[in-house]
């Protein structure tokens, strides 16, 4: 047992987006249950006071816009943080060596030059322990859903100038681990602490990104710069939001927070709102697929997007992830959606202009909506820089048969499609062996034909009927905009 034990903890990195499941504790976060998080405010002075009332306020229970509604909400309720707020820790001068963080300041991604801040985040836990808190207290959750040694989540808030950062000490760590010995994680109180996320106060989303760290998620921005990286996900691009996006589909999928449909055959399927339903549909198995979910404008999360449609995402496993311990600092160097044309996660866009992969914007025209359609490309030709054809191929051009097509909303904002997968062989792959979100909700149906399929009408007729939906769909925008 111990020799399976070690083995697959080799094959165990920090932010491997789910590459391994079974490693909570020593890489992750519990992300499912009940759990308590750790927030430890410190303050240096010379800079701007905490607003602790604030902080307070964002990670309590009741706030809309806060922490804990933000995860139980993207969670569809199956994570339910509870956090404590430590008094603060104080430091009369910055705690950093000067040499390396000039101003007190930390570079985003700077993986190197923060290892120097380990003494930081060390003593900033030594010392909210002195004070008399009790970590012990905030480990009631682990990957069987009870205590397991390991603190079950630990962020430092900070009110130096700092872009946020979440960090694997353990793994770094060869100094003094607090409890007489050296290496590895620290241990107070008896439970252990094997990673630490830092934010600055005043960016939410920035500190709700970090925690997302925690939980072994990687970063779906492209910090290349060549364009914004993976939109619709709070751990890639936002700038189209100040207000905090849902996990993308793909991330809410290998979380297991959501309600996985996997598709089998030609189905009829109603899509109810990501925010409130957690409903993903996934076309495909194994390693390469698309992830289809519903995003539009909801009360607490996605408040910016322009309208309401279905998000169709392409996601491909085998692009930088693998899981091998200590790999998680290539990804840091070299993204995983850091290929605009091949990234892990690539959010198609239903105006066919490719304008993200272009380093434009995500907006309206870019959900998939009445009148869209997304269909195999019978060419065989991936897509490309030089080939910029919407479809469903693999990135080898391969046709998939995956196909997407009458698409209809409904008032209470579910969408309605007909979509297309491979006819058997769907239904048997498992996340996990149990617990929610280990296996499909549901896979493949009795085809009803409750929406308008197009199959069988004439070339003629289903022209007429393509032209009669763009225009319905144009006449529902003009009353969107009024409305
Ligand atoms: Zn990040």
């Known amino acids: 047992m111990l020799v399976i034990l070690s083995a697959a903890f080799a094959r165990a990195d920090w932010m491997d987006h789910f590459m391994v499941r079974e490693d909570v504790g020593i890489h992750k976060n519990p992300y499912l249950g009940d759990t308590k998080v750790v927030i430890i405010p410190v303050e240096v002075a010379g800079f701007p006071p905490l607003d602790t009332a604030a902080l307070e306020s964002f990670f309590g229970p009741d706030d809309p816009g806060g922490f804990v509604k933000y995860y139980e909400t993207a969670s569809i309720g199956r994570f339910r943080p509870r ?22 300041s930390v570079a985003r991604g700077d993986i190197n030059a923060f290892t120097a801040g380990m003494e930081m985040m060390r003593d900033v836990v030594k010392k909210a322990d002195a004070a008399g808190f009790d970590f012990s207290q905030h480990d009631i959750n682990g990957r069987r859903g009870t205590a397991d040694g390991w603190v079950d989540g630990v962020m430092l808030i900070t009110n130096v100038p700092f872009g946020g950062i979440a960090f694997p000490f353990a793994y770094f760590n060869r100094g003094d681990n607090l409890a007489g010995g050296t290496s590895g994680p620290l241990i107070v109180d008896g439970v252990k602490i094997g990673h630490i996320a830092i934010a600055g106060e005043n960016d939410m989303l920035v500190m709700v990104h970090e925690f997302g760290h925690t939980l072994g998620l990687t970063d779906l921005y492209d910090e290349s710069q060549k364009y914004d990286g993976l939109y619709l996900s709070w751990m890639g691009a936002w700038l189209y939001d100040p207000n905090i996006p849902l996990p993308d589909a793909e991330t809410r999928f290998r979380l297991r927070w959501a309600n996985w449909n996997q598709v089998q055959g030609r189905q009829r399927v109603a899509i109810r709102p990501a925010e409130t339903s957690g409903d993903v549909y996934r076309l495909g198995i194994g390693d390469e697929y698309y992830l289809i979910e519903n995003r539009g404008p909801g009360t607490l999360v996605d408040k910016s997007l322009p309208e309401r449609g279905l998000a169709i995402f392409h996601v491909d496993r085998t692009v930088k992830l693998d899981g091998m311990e200590g790999r998680f600092v290539d990804r840091i160097l070299d993204c995983v959606n850091c290929d605009p044309w091949h990234p892990y996660i690539r959010l198609l866009q239903a105006d066919n202009l490719f304008e993200i992969e272009q380093n434009k ?12 359609f997304l269909r195999p490309d019978t060419r065989a030709i991936a897509l490309s820089e030089t080939n910029r054809v919407n479809s469903t191929n693999f990135y080898s051009g391969a046709v998939s048969g995956i196909r997407v097509e009458d698409i209809r909303q409904l008032e209470d904002g579910t969408i309605e499609a007909t979509l297309d997968a491979p006819a058997e062989g769907q239904c048997d792959e498992r996340l996990c062996t149990e617990g929610e979100g280990c296996a499909p909700t549901t896979c493949g149906e009795n085809t009803t034909a ?3 399929s197009t199959a069988g009408l004439t070339p003629l007729g289903a022209l007429a009927l393509l032209l009669l939906e763009q225009r319905f769909r144009r006449r529902e925008q003009r009353f969107l905009r009024r409305a």
Do not use: E, H, N, R
Request: charged residues 10%; neutral net charge.
């Open 83 to 104: 956090v404590t707020v430590v008094p603060k820790v104080t430091y009369a001068s910055c705690p950093l060596p000067a040499m390396q963080f000039p101003m007190c």
């Open 361 to 372: 914007k995500f907006a309206a025209g870019d959900l998939f909506q009445p009148g869209d």
């Open 450 to 452: 409750s929406g308008c």
